[in-house]
């Protein structure tokens, strides 16, 4: 029997608010490949620091 992976990995973009002092969140990609691509927009267009979280979903099934 092969094994069926019980989550999927998401991956988040996430933001440095100063003003609260604290990481908020922005947006999700479903690959990392997006995610970077997306962060290096992001980066390009605002100075404050971003970055991505990798995180675990469990699968819809």
Known sequence: MAYVRKTHD???I???YTESGSWEYVLTAENY???RDMLKDYRNN???PYRIKKRRVPNNN
Do not use: I, K, Q
């Open 46 to 48: 605002d100075n404050r």
């Open 14 to 16: 996430e933001c440095f």
């Open 10 to 12: 998401e991956y988040e």
């Open 33 to 35: 490949r997006n995610a």
